[in-house]
């Protein structure tokens, strides 16, 4: 992550720990992160600051933050390459959110369609917190002069929103923020509901057949997808309204690698049935290993917490000079 001795782009990434990590986070964002790592400087994040813009109970959150940082490393993201780390272990976060959030239009936030859409789910819990939530999000990314941002498409409009913000700043003062880009992968972007295939899976859906989780056993994995809800065709074809196949088609090539075409030759003469069966094994396949490598890790205390705690002092190094640069423009005065 050091700027000044290395020149390759910068990557900045998080995940809220609001739940088990699903196959859309897992295909959408964290499987990319994974190969990043091996080209770029990058830092991720658990986004537990953001995740308490919704009602958590703090045993759960506590448990679930943990679980998620196990979960990155057990989906190969190695802290001798790359930053990892907790976001409220970095005190940046919270101070450059404040900043930004007055260079943020209520307009602007109003127009967001992840506040649209939580604020009609938690109608009884529309906060202050949710509603200024982008600005949290534009400051981790940058704080770290992100590049690029690995993303599902639900968050590129948040990227937009980030992108006008540091332009806003940048023009105002001069030159602070570097203007990140979305990375947002051709296939698995956004990842379907199981149960509602025109709806994205996501970790917090009430309907647990909805999801599969990337911690999710072999039996979990196969049932779910047996349910899944599809048309009354037969073919096994990628086309408009087969929102249920395209989805599992989808999923389906992302874990085997193999072409949309290729799969629907695959599957030729083959019921529903065959296809769902075979998109089962192949996920419970693909997530083996993060399973097991999941398991051990969360047994290790001393581990997790060695490289979080190691994690969250890097980056507020990091942090910190984005910051104080920032405060310096504004024009607050520094301790002397
Ligand atoms: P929540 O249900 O709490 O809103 P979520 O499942 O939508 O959570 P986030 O933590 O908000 O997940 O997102 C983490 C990353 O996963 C983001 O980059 C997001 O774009 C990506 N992502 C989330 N859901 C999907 C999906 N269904 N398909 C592809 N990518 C996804
Ligand atoms: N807002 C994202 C999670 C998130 C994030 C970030 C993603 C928080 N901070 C910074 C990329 C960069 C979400 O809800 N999916």
């Known amino acids: ?69 196990a979960t990155l490393l057990a989906c190969g993201i190695d802290p001798e390459k790359s930053l990892v780390f907790i976001q409220s272990q970095v005190p940046q976060h919270a101070e450059l959110s404040w900043v930004l959030s007055c260079y ?11 506040f649209k859409d939580k604020s009609a789910k938690h109608a009884d819990n529309v906060n202050a917190g949710l509603f200024t ?19 599902g498409v639900d968050q590129k409009q948040h990227l937009e929103l980030t992108r006008d913000v540091a332009v806003r700043f940048n023009n105002a003062y001069s030159d602070t923020f570097t203007l990140p880009e979305p990375y947002i992968p051709k296939v698995g972007a956004k990842i379907m509901s199981l149960a509602d295939p025109t709806k994205k899976m996501s970790k917090s859906d009430e309907n647990p057949n909805g999801f599969v989780t990337i911690l999710d056993g072999p039996d979990v994995i196969i049932r779910k ?16 309204g087969k929102d249920g196949i395209n989805n599992l088609m989808t999923i389906y090539s992302v874990v085997t690698g193999k072409t949309l075409d290729e799969v629907e030759r695959e599957f030729e003469g083959k019921g529903y049935g065959d296809f769902k069966l075979a998109v089962g094994e192949a996920v419970s ?31 507020q190094q990091i942090a910190q000079r984005t910051l104080s640069k920032v405060y310096r423009k504004v024009g607050f005065v520094p301790v002397k």
Request: some cysteine; charged content about 25%; glycine content about 4%.
């Open 1 to 69: 992550m050091e700027q000044t001795t290395n020149q390759k782009k910068v990557i900045l990434s998080g995940i809220q720990p609001t739940g088990v990590f699903t196959l859309g986070n897992y295909l959408g964002a964290i499987r990319n992160w994974v190969v990043l790592q091996e080209e770029y400087r990058c830092a991720y994040m658990i986004a537990d600051l953001h995740s308490i813009t919704v009602r958590q109970e703090p045993a759960k959150l506590r448990q679930q933050i943990l679980s998620a940082f």
């Open 225 to 240: 997808f047996k349910r899944a809800v599809t048309d009354s065709d037969t073919r096994v074809c990628y086309a408009e």
């Open 104 to 114: 943020t239009q209520f307009g602007e936030l109003s127009r967001m369609t992840q």
């Open 133 to 151: 939530y982008p600005a949290l999000m534009a400051a981790d990314i940058l704080l770290y002069q992100a590049d690029l941002v690995p993303v």
């Open 285 to 315: 396949d693909h997530l083996r290993p993060v399973r097991e490598e999941h398991k051990r890790l969360l047994a290790d205390k001393a581990y997790l917490e060695q490289v979080y705690s190691e994690g969250a002092r890097r980056a």
